[in-house]
């Protein structure tokens, strides 16, 4: 079975996912109301978060790492999932730290390099392969259900992974909170990027299930993706 899959996205009101201070308390307040089984990060949203924190780049690495949480299985926290096929994160330690989620879990595909797999491995960090070059994200997510129980996914990623997850008819809902601010500066990234997936041409018809406005003038816009 495939989980429900939310994409859950902070925007400014001319459509920039960066470059502007979102209101992450509320952002984050908000994806609660899901109670999500699992977050799935993209690669790339990681290594940005990196690159404005680079105290998560290289910490010592210490035994907490290399010990398993005992309750993961009964632990309602959700589980952080990053997928990662080309094996660039190297920041689980810290991440390991974050209070929101009860355990880690990596996708990879069988292009991962071997020493990747390794270095997960060493970390007890679970790795789920799935796809030959790029990940396959339907079968990922059936896995995702099947071993470890997801029935609920939110999705914080940029315009890449989410492009991916809206080309193969895995996304339920579209969750934008549209801030009142004009960010201009580059263009990308953008909420949806298909480009940058190598799926160019994709478009996605949504359809508007509620507005409403909130924090300091937020509309928060929710819609599902039609069949
Ligand atoms: N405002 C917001 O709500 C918000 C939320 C999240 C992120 N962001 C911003 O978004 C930016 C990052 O966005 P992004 O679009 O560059 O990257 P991204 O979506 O975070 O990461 C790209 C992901 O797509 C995967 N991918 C790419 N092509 C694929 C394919 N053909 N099949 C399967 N998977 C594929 C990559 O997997 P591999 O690693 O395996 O290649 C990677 O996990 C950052 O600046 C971040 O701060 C904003």
Same mark, same amino acid.
């Given at each position: 079975m495939l989980p429900k899959v939310i994409l859950h996205i902070a925007s400014s009101l001319d459509g920039r996912i960066t470059n502007f201070p979102a209101d992450l308390e509320l952002y984050y307040g908000l994806a609660a109301q899901w109670?999500?089984? =699992?977050?799935?990060?993209?690669? =790339?949203?990681?290594?940005?978060?990196v690159r404005d924190n680079p105290a998560l780049e290289v910490p010592p690495e210490h035994v907490q790492m290399f010990t398993p949480p005992k309750d993961a299985k009964t632990d309602p926290r959700p589980l952080l999932v990053i997928a990662d096929s080309r094996g660039r994160v190297h920041c689980w330690d810290a991440i390991r730290?974050?209070?929101?989620?009860?355990?880690?879990?990596?996708l990879c595909s069988s292009a991962t390099p071997q020493e990747y797999i390794s270095y997960l491995a060493n970390r007890h960090i679970g790795t789920i392969v799935a796809g030959n070059n790029r990940i396959d994200m339907r079968a990922a997510l059936t896995e995702l259900n099947t071993q470890f129980g997801v029935k609920v996914v939110r999705v914080d990623s940029g315009g890449t992974l989410n492009s991916v997850l809206l080309q193969g008819g895995l996304v339920d809902e579209v969750s934008v909170l549209i801030h009142p601010y004009l960010a201009g500066g580059e263009p990308g990234p953008t909420m949806f990027d298909p480009v940058?997936?190598?799926?160019?041409?994709?478009?996605?018809?949504?359809?508007?299930r509620s507005t409403k406005v909130v924090?300091?003038?937020?509309?928060?816009?929710?819609?599902?993706?039609?069949?």
């Open positions: 109670n999500p089984d =699992a977050i799935l990060f993209g690669s =790339a949203t990681v290594l940005a978060a730290k974050w209070p929101y989620m009860r355990d880690l879990l990596a940058n997936a190598a799926i160019s041409g994709l478009q996605v018809p949504l359809m508007l924090g300091d003038g937020i509309i928060w816009a929710l819609y599902s993706v039609r069949e």
